[in-house]
């Protein structure tokens, strides 16, 4: 199947290309203007590789995996992806584009899939009662649709944050969510004791030197029982390699160390209130001092854990004379920490907090700057006009370690899923016992098997120093769409209990929202994954 749907993608990419290329080379102009073809591309292509990447997860457990369950899920997940496409490519909610958009009919589909042998495959492991039994297997073992790590030393690295996440996270995570509270002092203490705030940080620093595949693991552990977090930990890990990645020798000394310990907690500061997704737009600016120093001008917002912070990463226009990305530059701004009653006491510096329904712990803001004060050193690498490409060098591992984050809480859903439906009588039998039941059970352990496959094929590209904008773009939107229909369906088992308030189901559902849009929306990977796909001769 995985020929087939290579051979769908190669002629859907040939239908699209010419119709985005002006002269043989990419015009973004007639990329916007054909954005619905490119991205179903995107999707097509994404949904693709997810099935490759689950395949291969399922040949590296040949060996270990009992009843060859990993092989059962990666063809059922195969042949779901096969015979979904003679509806379209589904693009998200209320977003489908039908074939003809990339070039594609039901006829090609069935001469693709008969040509390599895939069609009679797919009706086998396609259907509702395979997926039912597949549901059913599962739901008896003790991690459900967790069924092993290819990689022994990964599968031992997950089973003690798993420990850990379930000891000291699990537990106060529903009463953080129900409250708004701020993720507690004391979780966070712990959290650097297990080293979680620099684990891909060298060891030099105090890091773990950890790969970003095991980086995944963690993040992924962790946010599985609380979406907030593992992004905590995430943004203390991003942060650090910016600056490791950017910064001045002694920016490093100065603020690794820190990072890594816990001491220094930091947000990103990027986002404006009329410059989303369009980073290379901003509009605040730092205006350089005559003693050395900067003050920043402006709005940004979308801050996260911004009154906790006691650095900033601030991207900001230092050349207003010249437009787009080149006349940004990154700042490390030193802020003091929020208290009681006055939440940003630094002068030029006030904020205000947006509500939000999910993704609590952390608190988001809009923040104001009049005149706040950068030290000259804040600077990042000491150059100005390179901040655009400094953030961009993150963008991969801040995309992974999303799709990381996503696997966690698809993988919380799941098995919220199958703890209600293994316990809950209605009607005389237990509900994992209704076919409906089971089978959305079935789906929900193909999808995060899959997303975590493709996440894990992401970070290996990353470890591995090749450029992976497009594997972490997949990853990215695969994974973060794998979430929300768990979550969605997590709801759906528990019925009137899911939509609760007090429910974990409502917790992950809102959680699960978030996810497709930021570290950039949904719609951005999809436009990051056409252009790779359609660069490329």
């Not at 992806?81 to 693009?91: D, I, K, P």
């Not at 009588?425 to 098997?449: D, H, N, S, Y």
């Not at 019925?495 to 849009?517: K, N, W």
Request: net charge neutral; glycine share 10%; with cysteine.
């Amino acid at each position: 199947m995985v020929v087939a749907l290579d051979t769908l993608v190669a002629r859907a990419r040939a239908h699209v290309r010419p119709l985005v290329c002006d002269d043989g080379r990419l015009s973004r102009d007639r990329l916007r203007q054909r954005q619905l073809s490119a991205h179903a591309l995107a999707h097509l292509a994404t949904d693709a590789e997810a099935v490759r990447q689950s395949v291969r997860w399922a040949s590296a457990l040949s060996t270990r995996d009992g009843g060859g369950i990993a092989d059962r899920v990666a063809t059922a997940f195969a042949s779901e992806v096969c015979a979904s496409l003679y509806g379209g490519v589904a693009l998200g909610a209320c977003d489908t584009s039908r074939l003809e958009e990339i070039g594609l009919t039901t006829g090609a589909i069935d001469e693709a899939l008969a040509t390599h042998g895939a069609a009679d495959a797919m009706c086998r492991h396609a259907s509702g009662d395979a997926l039912v039994q597949l549901a059913i297997e599962l739901a008896k073992r003790a991690s459900a649709g967790t069924v092993q790590d290819a990689d022994d030393a990964s599968g031992a690295l997950r089973a003690h944050f798993r420990r850990f996440a379930e000891r000291e996270i699990a537990p106060i995570a529903q009463r953080i969510h129900r409250n708004d509270e701020l993720i507690p002092d004391e979780l966070i203490a712990k959290l650097a004791a297990m080293g979680v705030f620099g684990l891909a940080l060298p060891e030099r620093y105090g890091g773990g030197g950890a790969s970003m595949a095991d980086m995944c693991v963690v993040t992924e552990e962790i946010s599985r029982a609380s979406l907030g977090v593992g992004s905590l930990a995430t943004r203390s890990e991003i942060a650090g390699e910016l600056i490791l990645g950017a910064g001045t020798d002694a920016q490093r000394d100065e603020w690794l160390p820190g990072i890594v310990s816990g001491r220094v907690l930091p947000t990103a500061v990027f986002s404006e209130p009329n410059h989303g997704s369009d980073l290379a737009n901003v509009a605040t600016r730092a205006e350089r001092q005559p003693g050395g120093g900067w003050k920043l001008y402006g709005q940004k917002t979308w801050i996260t854990h911004a009154t906790r912070a006691d650095l900033m990463t601030v991207l900001a226009r230092t050349r207003p004379d010249v437009a787009g990305y080149a006349g940004l530059s990154m700042f490390l701004a030193r802020k003091s920490r929020g208290r009681e009653g006055c939440e940003f006491p630094d002068v030029g510096l006030a904020g205000t907090e947006i509500k939000v329904i999910g993704y609590r712990g952390m608190k988001e803001y809009e923040l104001s700057f009049d005149g706040f004060a950068v030290e000259a050193s804040g600077l990042l690498g000491g150059v100005e006009g390179e901040g655009f490409k400094q953030l961009m060098q993150t963008f991969e591992r801040a995309r992974i370690q999303t799709a990381a984050r996503s696997v966690g809480v698809a993988q919380a859903a799941l098995d919220e899923s199958v703890r209600h439906a293994s316990t809950r009588t209605q009607f005389g039998q237990r509900l994992i016992e209704f076919p409906r039941v089971a089978r959305k059970i079935g789906g929900m352990i193909l999808r995060t098997a899959a997303a975590r496959a493709l996440t894990r094929h992401a970070a290996h590209a990353r470890d591995a120093g090749r450029r992976c904008d497009l594997e972490a773009g997949m990853a990215k939107l695969f994974a973060t769409r794998a979430a929300w229909e768990a979550a969605d369906a997590c709801v759906q088992i528990h019925g009137g209990m899911g939509y609760a308030e007090e429910s974990v189901a409502s917790r992950l559902l809102v959680d699960a929202r978030v996810l497709s849009i930021f570290e950039g929306a949904n719609e951005v990977q999809a436009d990051v994954i056409a252009r790779r796909l359609l660069e490329a001769e």
